[in-house]
């Protein structure tokens, strides 16, 4: 099955940490430019973070300093280590997968809640 699956989401006070990942099934996510988008209720989603197939991480300016995005070929996986969190990083995170050469093969995760509070 040909899937994304985030995990990691909950509950932070301001100031703290999480880390997210996304686990893809069915693909290799080697061939895939990866990223994070987040989105409240309302709005368009948002991308916060980007890592090509072997290219260099770029970040949304909301997040630019605190925020890492990685990606672990081998394990199919890719990660975004958040810290310094504050209220308004509270979304639903969700992962992306666009493949290299065929852009409009495009996979969605179901997204996981981060909900930033004290």
């Known amino acids: 099955q040909v899937q994304l699956v985030e995990s990691g989401g909950g509950l932070v006070q301001p100031g703290g940490s999480l880390r997210l990942s996304c686990t893809a099934s069915?693909?290799?996510?080697?061939?895939?430019?990866m990223a994070w988008y987040r989105q409240t209720p309302g709005n368009q989603r948002e991308l916060i973070a980007d890592?090509?197939?072997?290219?260099?991480?770029t970040y949304g300016d909301s997040v630019r300093g605190r925020f890492t995005i990685s990606r672990d070929n081998a394990k199919n996986t890719v990660f975004l280590q958040m810290s310094s969190l504050k209220y308004e990083d509270t979304a639903v995170y969700y992962c992306?997968?666009?493949?290299?050469?065929?852009?409009?093969?495009?996979?969605w995760g179901q997204g996981t809640q981060v909900t930033v509070s004290s």
């Open positions: 069915g693909i290799r996510i080697s061939l895939r430019n």
């Open positions: 890592i090509p197939s072997g290219g260099t991480a």
């Open positions: 992306n997968a666009k493949h290299v050469l065929f852009t409009n093969d495009e996979l």
